[in-house]
């Protein structure tokens, strides 16, 4: 197997403390020129995995060739999560193959079949004047304070509200929803101080929360998309069951990564004033694309193979995990001019943010970019001279996302 002799001993890709810190773009590129596909070793046991590591992928084309052959790169064997809490066991994991992420064709063709009728162009569509409303109020709401923390003030609540929106959650449940669903992948943070038993209880809670409103809506139907999902399973719809791990996925995919995206876009914005302006002046239609591949807020996934093949000159053997490192693939330069520089007039922009292709490519990408565009309009109207204020952002402890959990400004 490949070394590459230029890393620190027992660097780790997937080190929950590195990304405390930052996303090891160095790293990267040092693996692209010199170990395209490069053995990360790993004491058994380290992330709830049993075998000895996995195989970092760095090169955008690498990446997108794993992505379209599912047949040979598997999302079920060990879930595409590349590192859990040191403390699950494989029980754990097994249960998270229910998580469409987490299947392979033809299972997953069959459940992506069914929820792709959430996200047509016509259901998302719907939902844009609820949210524009609600991006509005989110910042008139922070412009009223005057400073604070642009996380849990703005990018929080929109991604939150487009979910809840989606799937007909009330009002008054939405907050606690919200809490399952952060703490759900808060494990690795400290600071959360979240348990094995707080994580798993927030997990099974969400579950059933949505487990009951599916079999509710199957005894009475309503005009929403919750009906169309279950209300008639012998006609190719969702058990409670899985519309209850269809919500977890929404809860973590959907939730999670669109509020990273939006913290690191404002603070993109706030570090490159330069393209604040000609966002404020001009609103390219590009922007949500530039902004998703410059925060690329899921690191890694994984995959694992299901027959011995050969990948960017190495030799993977059956049963080796695989992971695909989207934070490298979007900055390299083979695909990108500059990848290092923020540019929201990029375009073409083939990054991989939203994944590498094939089956498992973002289901929600147009609810997204809705959702980003309408909350830095409403930024761009009502708090122009926005401002950092403080510290740098803080940053989220964990292994395969790329978060920001507090990034203090003046809203002025």
Same mark, same amino acid.
């Not at 063709?109 to 844009?128: M, N, S, Y």
């Given at each position: 197997?490949s070394?590459?002799?230029?890393?620190p001993?027992?660097f780790?890709?997937?080190?929950?403390?590195?990304?405390e810190?930052?996303?090891?773009?160095?790293?990267?590129?040092?693996?692209?020129?010199?170990?395209?596909?490069?053995?990360?070793?790993?004491?058994?046991?380290?992330?709830?995995?049993?075998?000895?590591?996995?195989w970092?992928?760095?090169?955008?084309?690498?990446?997108?060739?794993?992505?379209?052959?599912?047949?040979?790169?598997?999302?079920?064997l060990?879930?595409?999560?590349?590192?859990? /809490?040191d403390?699950? !066991?494989r029980?754990?994991?097994?249960?998270?193959? &229910? $998580?469409?992420?987490? #299947?392979d064709?033809? =299972?997953?063709t069959?459940?992506?079949?069914?929820v792709?009728?959430?996200?047509?162009p016509?259901?998302?569509r719907?939902?844009?004047?609820?949210?524009?409303t609600?991006?509005?109020?989110?910042?008139?709401?922070?412009?009223?304070?005057?400073?604070?923390?642009?996380?849990t003030?703005?990018?929080?609540?929109?991604p939150?509200?487009?979910?809840?929106?989606?799937?007909?959650?009330p009002?008054?449940d939405?907050?606690?929803?919200?809490?399952?669903?952060?703490k759900?992948?808060?494990?690795?943070?400290?600071?959360? /101080?979240i348990?094995? !038993?707080?994580?798993?209880?927030?997990?099974?809670e &969400? $579950?059933?929360?949505? #487990?009951?409103m599916? =079999?509710?809506?199957?005894?009475?139907?309503?005009?929403d998309?919750?009906?169309?999902?279950?209300?008639?399973?012998?006609?190719?719809?969702?058990t409670?069951?899985?519309?209850?791990?269809?919500v977890?996925?929404l809860?973590?995919a959907?939730?999670?990564?669109?509020?990273?995206?939006?913290?690191?876009?404002?603070h993109?914005?706030?570090?490159?004033?330069?393209?604040?302006?000609?966002?404020?002046?001009?609103?390219?239609?590009?922007?949500?694309?530039?902004?998703?591949r410059?925060?690329?807020?899921v690191?890694?996934?994984?995959?694992t193979?299901?027959?011995?093949?050969e990948l960017?000159?190495?030799?993977?053997?059956a049963?080796?995990?695989?992971?695909?490192?989207?934070?490298?693939?979007?900055?390299?330069?083979?695909?990108?001019?500059?990848?290092?520089?923020?540019?929201?007039?990029?375009?073409?922009?083939p990054?991989?943010?939203?994944?590498?292709?094939?089956?498992?490519?973002?289901?929600?990408?147009?609810?997204a970019?809705?959702?980003?565009?309408?909350?830095?309009?409403?930024?761009?109207?009502?708090?122009?001279?926005?401002a950092?204020?403080?510290?740098?952002?803080?940053?989220?402890r964990s292994?395969?996302?790329n978060?920001?959990?507090?990034?203090?400004?003046?809203?002025?």
């Amino acid at each position: 197997m490949s070394s590459c002799p230029a890393l620190p001993d027992g660097f780790d890709f997937t080190d929950p403390d590195v990304y405390e810190q930052r996303v090891p773009l160095p790293e990267f590129t040092l693996l692209r020129e010199t170990a395209p596909v490069w053995w990360n070793s790993q004491p058994p046991g380290t992330g709830g995995f049993e075998d000895d590591g996995y195989w970092v992928v760095t090169r955008h084309a690498d990446v997108k060739e794993v992505s379209t052959h599912p047949e040979i790169y598997s999302s079920n064997l060990n879930t595409a999560v590349i590192r859990f /809490a040191d403390y699950m !066991k494989r029980e754990q994991i097994e249960v998270q193959r &229910l $998580i469409m992420l987490n #299947m392979d064709p033809p =299972e997953h063709t069959r459940v992506r079949g069914i929820v792709q009728r959430g996200f047509t162009p016509r259901a998302i569509r719907a939902l844009e004047d609820a949210l524009r409303t609600r991006a509005t109020r989110i910042v008139e709401e922070a412009k009223e304070r005057g400073t604070g923390d642009f996380v849990t003030d703005i990018a929080v609540e929109l991604p939150l509200q487009a979910i809840a929106e989606l799937i007909g959650v009330p009002q008054e449940d939405r907050a606690r929803i919200f809490d399952w669903s952060n703490k759900m992948v808060a494990y690795d943070d400290p600071e959360y /101080a979240i348990t094995e !038993k707080v994580g798993t209880d927030s997990a099974a809670e &969400l $579950i059933g929360y949505a #487990m009951t409103m599916a =079999e509710a809506r199957k005894e009475c139907p309503a005009k929403d998309i919750v009906s169309q999902l279950v209300a008639a399973e012998d006609e190719g719809n969702l058990t409670s069951d899985e519309f209850g791990f269809f919500v977890i996925l929404l809860a973590v995919a959907g939730n999670e990564t669109t509020r990273n995206a939006i913290s690191h876009g404002m603070h993109a914005f706030l570090t490159h004033p330069e393209q604040w302006e000609l966002f404020k002046r001009e609103r390219p239609a590009t922007t949500a694309e530039e902004i998703v591949r410059w925060a690329t807020p899921v690191v890694s996934f994984q995959r694992t193979a299901t027959q011995d093949t050969e990948l960017g000159g190495q030799k993977i053997k059956a049963g080796q995990r695989v992971g695909l490192f989207y934070s490298s693939a979007n900055n390299d330069p083979e695909v990108f001019d500059s990848p290092g520089v923020f540019d929201i007039t990029r375009d073409p922009n083939p990054h991989l943010g939203f994944g590498g292709g094939g089956p498992h490519f973002c289901l929600g990408k147009n609810l997204a970019v809705v959702e980003i565009n309408l909350i830095f309009n409403a930024i761009a109207d009502a708090l122009p001279d926005i401002a950092l204020e403080g510290p740098s952002p803080r940053r989220l402890r964990s292994a395969w996302i790329n978060g920001i959990k507090e990034l203090r400004v003046n809203y002025r």
